[in-house]
Every structure is written in structure tokens, then in C-alpha cells.
């Protein structure tokens, strides 16, 4: 949820795109949600930018930075043999940061997943070019709910609240993502 105020922060044109979909949400609900009325799950379904945010920001800012897989059989990869019993350790950032696969991939740029030759790449249930839940048998279990979190977490933040950056910072990808100086921003409720 930090990493994606912290884009949307250096990013004001999907700040306002994200802005623009969920006052969208407010307004069909009469504009308050001090009734009863909450988002729904088709609200969830329907926010195509938000999901776009929420997939880059992930990309970027993943917290599930490796995986650690031990070898049942002999392995050939490449030029290579794994031997069975041997652990391997991929790095998801050496996939979700590479150029090959991405363009401009230090870029936070969630429009990326608009683009058709980029559905692929957006499968984050057991794709191989995105995998910010893990994957195969230690997929993370509560990776829809995490999604959901975001989504709401960042509606009712962007809806309610306006804020600025209070000190400089920036992204370290190494040895895993994380804001240097912590992101501090100052929030006035509108």
C-alpha cells in the first residue's frame, strides 16, 4: 500500500486517472459512504485502472522477492544441470525488472498493462513473467484478498484523503524493494 501512494505520489497523471475511477465509485453511491453503502465486489471487478495500479505497483514493489525450490530430479536448464537435491533460489525481481520483458522496467507506468501483447505478462496466477504471489504449489493462498486490500485501501485514501511527500525518497530494488527514507508524507483529510 506504501509503494502504491508512493508511485501515485511521483506519478500525478495516474494519480488523476485512479483519482477520476474511484470518485466515480463515491458519486454512484450518492457521495458519502457514511450510509450503509460500501463498495460491493462488482464495484472490486469494475475498476480497471485501479487494477492496473495495483499490478505495477506489485511488479515494482513486491514483497514476495524469491522463491526457494529444492530440485526432486536432475534439472536441465539451459546449459546447465541442477542436481537433484540441490536448492535453487530465483530472484522475482530479476524477472518483474527485466528489460527484455519489459520496457522501461524501473519505470512505474500502469498503462504497460493496457496494452494487448502485455496480457501475458499480466497472468499473476501461474504466468512466468509475473509472479509478485509466488507460484506453483506455494502460490500465496490470500493472493485475491491481498489485491482486494489494495484496491479498497486506496479507494477510501485517494477519496478521502490529499497528501504530500515530507521528505525526499526513493526506490532500492536490492536486495529487495523498499523506500529508502521511509516515505514520509504529511495527510489532510478533504
Known sequence: MAFAVY???QCTKAMKQLQDE???FRNQKGGSFDNEEMLTWQDYKAMPFTQCVIDE???LGGIAIWLMREATNDVVYGDYVI???CFVVPFLSAVHLNESIYDDPIIFNPWRWNNPDNQE????RGG???AP???GGRFCPGAELARLQIALFLHYFVTTYRWKQVKEDRMSFFPSARLVN???IQLTRY
Open 7 to 9: 508511485f501515485l505520489t
Open 22 to 24: 474511484q470518485e466515480s
Open 128 to 130: 512466468p513473467f509475473f
Open 121 to 124: 505478462k499480466r497472468n499473476w
Open 57 to 59: 505497483t506489485l511488479r
Open 182 to 184: 521511509g516515505f514520509p
Open 133 to 135: 504471489f509466488g507460484g
Open 83 to 85: 542436481p537433484k537435491g
